[in-house]
């Protein structure tokens, strides 16, 4: 059975960087998409971006100045660094897995997430 | 990119009928895919594809497209069936970026 389980800090002061890490277990890591997705209080989803195992990236352009992945294939683990955070950013940050054809790609498999809070 | 509409709201009596929509000009090149998600929980996955339901699913969920259009819908709706319900495609064939709709809240009455 998959299973990502992540971590990082989930208080960030306002200015500073953002890191959080996936690790995924029980599965192949090549073949996949592995995606970064926010949730603000209240709100629906929002896709940060992706990296594959190759480290190819994809990112929402809204964010996409700010935001960096990276992965490390000897360790099943992918990263986010997200820069110059702001309240407007607090969210709840999940990992998740993409499968994929050449008509449909889903989110398979999430992470628990993690509370971020940007506040001094 | 393209934007994901779904009605905020959907509301049901135990036992009954009933069905959701995602609108999106996206849909007309990649199937949606549907979450679940309940209060403090991460989301799941309940439709992909055509009509695909992951294991565990219960047949009572199912999916269907038409043009830029998504449906999902709940044949004997259940107590625990009451959630938010998102959709999600990629963005367009000519990008590899993901879009979620705003989400329906199912209330089962």
């Known amino acids: 059975q998959v299973q990502l389980r992540q971590w990082g800090a989930g208080l960030v002061k306002p200015s500073e960087t953002l890191s959080l890490t996936c690790a995924v277990y029980?599965?192949?890591?090549?073949?996949?998409?592995w995606n970064w997705i926010r949730q603000a209080p209240g709100k629906g989803p929002e896709w940060i971006g992706e990296?594959?195992?190759?480290?190819?990236?994809n990112k929402n352009p809204s964010l996409k100045s700010r935001v960096t992945m990276s992965v490390d294939t000897s360790k099943n683990q992918f990263s986010l660094k997200v820069t110059s955070m702001t309240a407007a950013d607090t969210a709840l940050y999940y990992c998740?897995?993409?499968?994929?054809?050449?008509?449909?790609?889903?989110?398979?498999?999430w992470g628990q997430g993690t509370l971020v809070t940007v506040s001094s | 990119s393209s934007e994901l509409t779904q009605d905020p709201v959907v509301s049901v009596a135990l036992g009954q009928t009933v069905s959701m929509t995602c609108q999106g000009d996206s849909l007309r090149g990649y199937f949606a895919s549907w979450y679940q998600q309940k209060p403090g929980q991460a989301p799941l996955l309940v439709i992909y594809?055509?009509?695909n339901r992951p294991s565990g699913i219960p047949d009572r969920f199912s999916g269907s497209n038409s043009g830029n259009t998504a449906s999902l819908t709940l044949t004997g709706a259940q107590a625990e069936d009451e959630a938010d319900y998102y959709c999600s495609s990629r963005g367009s064939r000519n990008d590899h970026l993901w879009v979620f709709g705003g989400g329906t809240k199912l209330t089962v009455l």
């Open positions: 990296i594959d195992d190759l480290g190819n990236t």
């Open positions: 029980g599965g192949s890591f090549g073949g996949y998409y």
């Open positions: 594809g055509k009509n």
């Open positions: 998740a897995r993409v499968e994929y054809s050449d008509t449909w790609h889903y989110f398979d498999y």
